[in-house]
């Protein structure tokens, strides 16, 4: 077994196809074919099941998928650092980010990335914290942007910002509400949540648990924007970071509350593995990142003491009772 031959099976492995891994290693059908043949025959094992929609990695091929491509990424790394020269900044990025940073500012964030570092390549993967733990773990990535798990993490983590989540109801649907919401009155209103795999719905949970609250949406759903939309035209009610929602609050289609009593705050961390140190390129992404993260929470921030200013004809709870 060689390098070449690994890097001939990630790459099939990948693209899923002999023509289309073939073309991205610049190489000729037969010759890849005849590489991963001798990979199987070293190894006593089939890789690929060979069916008539492309090539099937077997279990013995997902196994060796995720044992070498760590190698392979370290030695990438490597190679980058010993050639990059201080001017010019190449090599490629892969990184995972929660899907509130990526509806947020990872736009801005790349645009201002691509015109510092013109020449890296970057690839962005959308899910959730549980999933970035082990993908970083296993060397698909080389960092994530996650949201601070409960469970101790075995991994290098940083963390970027601590933010408030709010309670987010429709400006033109959404329910009459006092100036700011305590945990325990959650429950009476109708709720869309992240589901219970969101690395959202551990903060929600773990504050309502602490203080003895249920919380019972009528609507699980994991895709933010689906939320916010949602949240629009109806009269339901939903907690997200206020990085999240800040869009849909500055043109007036939202209005969001600060819950009291207690506050529920998301730390948001930056996980790497411990024996892979961070290409500059990719320190210098998460750097961007995170100087977004910051702009657009401070920007979000409430400005009154804390509350959200109400509309005109809406009344606290407290006026309402006198």
């Known amino acids: 077994m060689d390098l070449k031959q690994i890097q001939y099976f990630i790459a099939l492995f990948e693209d899923g196809s002999v023509t289309r891994a073939a073309k ?6 037969p010759a890849l074919s005849m590489q991963i043949a001798k990979l199987e025959e070293e190894l006593h094992q089939q890789l690929f099941d060979r069916g008539g929609h492309g090539m099937a990695p077997t279990a013995a091929g ?3 998928y995720r044992l ?3 190698i392979i990424r370290d030695l990438a790394h490597a190679r980058q650092q010993m050639v990059q020269r201080d001017e010019i900044v190449t090599g490629h990025v892969s990184i995972g980010l929660i899907a509130s940073v990526t509806e947020s500012v990872l ?3 790349l645009s201002r990335f691509h015109a510092r570092y013109p020449h890296v390549e ?3 993967a959308d899910g959730y914290t549980a999933t970035f733990i082990d993908w970083v773990s296993g060397g698909q990535l080389d960092a994530a942007l996650i949201n601070k798990p409960r469970s101790r993490l075995s991994l290098d983590s940083q963390p970027l910002l601590d933010e408030e989540m709010v309670l987010v109801t429709s400006a033109e649907h959404g329910p009459e509400l006092p100036h700011a919401i305590e945990l325990a009155q959650l429950p009476e209103l109708e709720l869309v949540l992240p589901t219970k795999r969101h690395g959202l719905r551990g903060v929600l949970d773990t504050a309502a648990q602490h203080e003895d609250v249920l919380l019972a949406p009528r609507f699980e759903i994991d895709v933010l924007s689906t939320i916010v939309k949602l949240v629009e035209s109806t009269r339901f009610a939903t907690i997200l970071p206020r990085i999240a929602v800040e869009r849909a609050v500055r043109r007036g289609a939202l209005r969001a509350y600060p819950i009291l009593a207690p506050r529920i705050v998301r730390h948001i961390v930056r996980i790497s593995h411990p024996r892979r140190p961070l290409s500059a390129a ?3 992404l998460i750097t961007i990142i995170a100087d977004e993260l910051r702009e657009v929470s401070s920007e ?6 804390g509350t959200h200013r109400l509309p005109p004809g809406l009344s606290s709870s407290k ?3 006198a």
Not at 24 to 29: A, H
Not at 300 to 305: E, F, I, L, M, V
């Open 24 to 29: 991205r290693l610049n190489i000729v059908q």
């Open 62 to 64: 997902r196994l060796m």
């Open 68 to 70: 070498f491509l760590p």
């Open 107 to 109: 736009a801005d964030s």
């Open 122 to 124: 970057v690839t962005v």
């Open 282 to 284: 990719a320190e210098a």
């Open 300 to 305: 979000s921030a409430p400005t009154d003491g």
């Open 319 to 321: 006026e309402a009772s």
